[in-house]
């Protein structure tokens, strides 16, 4: 399973555990920060985002249930697993009243960790545009997201992958802002410098093609982020009134 765009965060004072742990989630294609005590772990979440958190529980300075009480006083959202030695069926209880996801007493399996891990993700994975048009038709221009297809006065352009997402991004948000940081999060799962100049350079070849189109054109907000602008809109059953 690839998953370059995932992010986890993992607290642990036993450095033997931890970086072992570190080296095998690494060999699953997940990009892992490790820190050795619940303060630092904190200041790691003040600093970035993460798509899941592994807490132990008995850590110097700050426990894991500290760590994850605190983390949702200050509205991160992000899911976490307990990982602990503590076993008790009071220890499970207060990790699940704390929100965790899941409790994994040690020792445990490492390909058991991993399908927990995998089932989370996929949870958290929803897209919240998935009941929105895949069909949308302007003047001059129909495009299908299911089959990365754009026409242009009847020239039909096979879509790349990103392509057909930041399409469809502006064609759901057609005439309005479409937040620069807001796309290139739900697209790549995460935001940062590199990955915003990659979904320029989508942005760039979008506009190339949709040069030959008079009515339609991509409009840069300064340090916002970008608008389609469609005149003359061609109103179609497939695409929704309240987009």
């Known amino acids: 399973m690839i998953n370059l765009d995932k992010k986890i965060l993992l607290v642990e004072d036993d450095l033997n555990l931890g970086f072992l742990l570190v080296d095998f989630l690494q060999s699953q294609r997940f990009f892992v920060k ?23 529980v008995m850590m110097p300075k700050m426990d894991g249930y500290a760590v994850a ?17 503590k076993a008790m069926k009071e220890d499970k209880l207060a990790g699940y009243d704390l929100g965790a996801e899941d409790y994994i007493s040690k020792p445990f399996d490492e390909e058991e960790l991993l399908c927990k891990i995998n089932v989370i993700l996929r949870r958290e994975k929803k897209d919240p545009y998935e009941d929105y048009p ?49 796309a290139v999060a739900h697209i790549y799962g995460r935001h940062d410098y590199f990955l915003g100049r990659s979904f320029d350079v989508y942005i760039s070849r979008l506009r190339k093609l949709l040069a030959e189109v008079e009515t339609i054109d991509i409009e840069n907000v300064y340090k916002v982020g970008f608008i389609l602008n469609v005149q003359d809109t061609i109103k179609e059953k497939s695409v929704s009134e309240n987009i």
């Open 134 to 182: 895949t069909l949308f038709k302007f003047k001059d221009f129909t495009f299908d997201y299911s089959r990365h297809e754009l026409k242009i006065n009847n020239d039909l352009h096979r879509m790349t992958e990103k392509e057909n997402e930041v399409l469809r991004l502006l064609c759901i948000n057609k005439n309005k802002i479409l937040k620069r940081c807001d």
């Open 69 to 85: 009480k605190t983390m949702r006083k200050k509205g991160v959202a992000t899911p976490f697993i307990f990982l602990t030695a």
């Open 34 to 56: 490790l820190c050795r005590d619940g303060l630092a772990g904190l200041r790691a979440l003040e600093n970035d985002t993460y798509d899941l958190c592994i807490f132990d």
